[in-house]
Structures are given as C-alpha cells and as structure tokens.
C-alpha cells in the first residue's frame, strides 16, 4: 500500500505515529444462519452469558472510570446496565429467535437497529441520548456473542491513534491519556469542543478531515502532524524519518521552552503580560503549574455537567472551585458561569432540540432562565471564594440588560449565603466575556459595569464572521486575521482601557505566535490558552519590544484581507525567531 497525504484542520499541535484504531464503527451487519429446534436453547444460553459478561465489563469500567475521574463520571454507565436489564429487548430476542430459528448474533442485530430507528424518530434529547446508550451496550452484547473484546475509549489496551467521525464530549473526556497517542476525525473546527479538549489533554490531533473513517482501516501505521493538520497513512520509509526528525526537533524546543518557566512575561522594553491557563477539569492543575501559569483565565465548568445522570450540587462544585483556589493561592481563577450549548450539550436539561444551537438558548441565556441552576453554581463559587483568588465571569453576554441581571443575581445569592451565615468574598470581581459582535460593540457600556473582560474569539470570530465553528466545510472563512475580527478586538482593548478596566483574551486566537504578537501590540493584558501553548507565547513575548509590536499591530490593521494581514505577520514572526519558526 502507498502511502495517502490526508489534509484537515490542525486542532492540537505535536507529531505522532501510530497504529489507527478506528472508533464507533463497529459493524452490526450479521448475517443470518439457520438453526435446529434443539440449537434454540444453546442460543438463548450464549446469548446470556454475553449479557452476564457485558455487565461484569461495564461494571469494571464505570469502577475504573470513577477512580480515574471522579465518581459522579461513572454514573453514565448506569444507564448502560439499565439497557441489560431491560426486558422488552431481552424477550424480543429470545421469542424471535425461537419463533424465526435464526442464529441469536443475527436476531439481536436486527432487534438493536429496530430499535434504533424507533428511537430517531422521537423528538426529545433525553430519549435520543437512550438511543446511544442502546447502542453501545448493543455493540458491547454483541462483540462478546461473537467472542470479540469491545474496545471503548477509556479501555483501550494499546497505544492507538484514534479514528472517528466524530468525538462527543463524554467519548474525549473519558480518553485514556497514556493509550490514545493522537487522534483524527471526520469532522469539527479549530475551536470545537474536541479541539479544545486534544489541546487541554496535550494529544495532537486534526480534525475535519472529511473523510478519515473512510480511508483509514484499523490497525493502519498513520503519522499525525497536529500542528501543521497533515495526516499520513501507511507512510513510507523516508517520510517516517522526515517525521522523526521533526518530533526530535519538537521535543527538543518543548525542552528549551521549558527553561522559561519561572521567568516574567513581560516584552524585551518591560512590558508586563499576564499569561493564564484555559482548562476543562480540576484535574488540569499540575500541569498548569508546570507550565508556570499566572492563574487560570477561563476554567470552562459545563464538563463538571457532563458524564453523569444528576446535576452537581452546591457543594460539590463548592469542593472542586475550593480545591482550585486554595491550588492557586493569591493567583487568579476565573471561574466562567456554566456554558452549555453550541456543541456542549447536557443531557440532563432535557432540551428542545434546536435549529442553530450555536445562537440559541445557551450558556447566560439558559442560566437567566434557569436561575436555581445558576444560583447554585454562584454559591458554590462564592463560598469558594473566601479560600482564595477567586473571580467569576459570565459567557454570551449580548447586552447590558443580560449582564445586569445576571448581576443581580449574584446579589440574591450573596443575601442567601449571608442568610445561612456562611463566608464568601463580598469584593468579588466580577467579568464579562466578550464574544458576541453587540457586546464588542458596545464594549464602552458594558465597561462601567464590570472588572474585566475576556474576549472569546472562538465564538466572537463565529458570529462576526458568520462561520459556524464546528464546520470543516467552511473552516476556510474563519479567519481570526480577518480585518472585522481585529477591528472589533481593537475596539474592545480601547474601550476596557478608557474605563480602567484589563482586557484579556481566553479564544484560541491567543495562543497562536503570530498573533500573539499582534494582540500584545493591540495592548491586550491577559493571554489565557490551553497550558501546552504557555511557554511557547511566553518566549514569543519576551522576544519582542512593546514598541516594535504596536508597529506590527498598527501595520497589520491597514490591510485589507485575512491573508494578508496572516502573511504579514507569519513574516514577522520569522524575523524576529527565525531559529524556531524560520523555513
Ligand atoms: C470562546 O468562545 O472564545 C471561548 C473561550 O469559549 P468557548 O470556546 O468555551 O465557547
Ligand atoms: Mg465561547
């Protein structure tokens, strides 16, 4: 076999070869075999032992997953033993393979696609959630009838490059860290949740590759080259070098960067920045230390909602928040309100499916209308807050109105905490994302009434430019370099900066070198990113004078097109570290 130069979209950065272990695909298709009368019951027997052994194995992945993650993350899987006990299926299958006398594998193939196709027609989330726990437990009964081991994510036993179509939340959050080298999907953005999440779990990754479920097999050899979005299967000898080569050179600079830890952020003229970590679980924190963050700028709480049937209680978020700010000690940690929606569902709220997620009812929209949802996470982050640096900040607002009442609501949960005599800090900050086009626009407003901001380009970029961000069809358009995107996180910086206020960015857009540059020419103040981009900005910081990046920013805002403006400062950058980003 030659090899075959797939291109996609770089989501996390990082080169590593593989054999491919292709996800979610297993085949249903069984064919039919006829049996004897006396087989039937030689059937029915095989058929339960696989459900004894499906639930033996769910038992010890739900035990597994709860002592690597938590063990609110290994509820889900009770839903998976439920669809072992439920007797419809059970009965369906045993009366149709005494009735049809067909091999058992073939019958409940047929009954779990019967059943699927019921269940798509339904108009209700949480049922169509029911549909993939069938189907999942359906593969696993099925894989041990046909004597096969079911292979899921977080039970992986060799170290794979995964394959898929896509990743939901709770297949990338349960990811075995030290067995899934890289991954590769069908579809996505630079700023899906599946990037986002490669990128805070340090696999590199490409996504949006249109077709890698289809051109690559299970146990292919495939090279992922997250930083530059190439994926090669079956490549030949002298690639394979090239590729070492590059992943010598790569972990040669992570050492090298990893000299600057303890170092200031600040410009070669002294200008100081403050570098902050994005992270998705509390687990993150060793690694964001390692990385010798100021902080955290953006701790994303909607994967606290995920992988469990229940809603977290006050005082279990309480717990985790605490742990963070007592992690961090006099460092900042922006705890963001619950942002749900777009493509991070929850399936606990039982939503209404809707036409265009990404502009529906998420994140302080739902929160406004859900307010014993968001009362109970700002309590939890309040009394949280009497144990460190703690800050809160409210994603999607739109306007003034939002950001007011979600203040109020602050308020009424202050008076609640005062009310059960519990201590919280009362001077706690509190910020506003920006990431909707009204908002940036009207930065000047909303200014006065908060005490930061933090721009988040991965959605501002979305609604200004109107380019959905999980669409690899249109992943060209969206352009962080676009004059109307800088233009308006221009207008934001100024605006923050004339009400006194600091202006920082948590959208990937910040961990991009080349940008970065940019940004600290524009006078951002905080760059908050996924930890493993840290130093690399760090150095980039540190390798320019304030001065020559305000010219870079001036000089970068009088043109007229996304490719020029990204030319230009790709140019820029070599200039300045040929040694790392030169040809
Ligand atoms: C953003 O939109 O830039 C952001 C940081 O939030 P999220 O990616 O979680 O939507
Ligand atoms: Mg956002």
Redesign the pocket.
Known sequence: MSENILKGIPAAPGIVVGRAFVFGREDLDVAPVAITEEQVPLEISRFEDALIQTRQEIIALQKKIAQDMGSEHGEVFDAHLLVLEDRMLIEEVISRVKKEKLNIDYIFSQVLKRYAQVFSKIEDEYLKERISDINDVGRRILRNLLGKMRKGLAELEDEVIVVAHDLSPSDTASMHKNRVKGFVTDIGGK?S?TA?MAKSLEIPAVVGLETATAQIKNGDVVIVDGSSGTVIVAPDAETLKKYQVQEEKLKDLTQTLGALKNLPAATLDGRPVTLAA?IEFPDEIPSVLEHGADGVG?Y?T?YFYMNRKDLPTEDEQFEAYRNLATNFADKPVIV?TL?LG?D?FISQFNLPKEMSPFMGWR?IRFCLGRPDVFKTQLRAILRASAFGNLKIMF??ISGIEELRRAKEIVEEAKEELKKRQVAYNSKIEIGA?I?VPSAALTSDLLAREVAFF?????????YALAVD?TNEKIAYLYEPTHPAVLRLVKNVIEAGHRAHIWVG?????SSEPSLAILLLGLGLDEF?MPSASLLEIKNVIRSVTYETARGIAEEALSLSTGIEVNTFLTGRLKEILPHIYGD
Request: charged letters at 30%.
């Open positions: 700023t949740h986002i994005n953006l994303r909607e963001r942002d777009g991070k994140a994603p999607m994302m990431e933090s721009i988040g380009t991965n959605d501002l970029i979305q961000r960015m948590c959208g990937e857009m908050s």
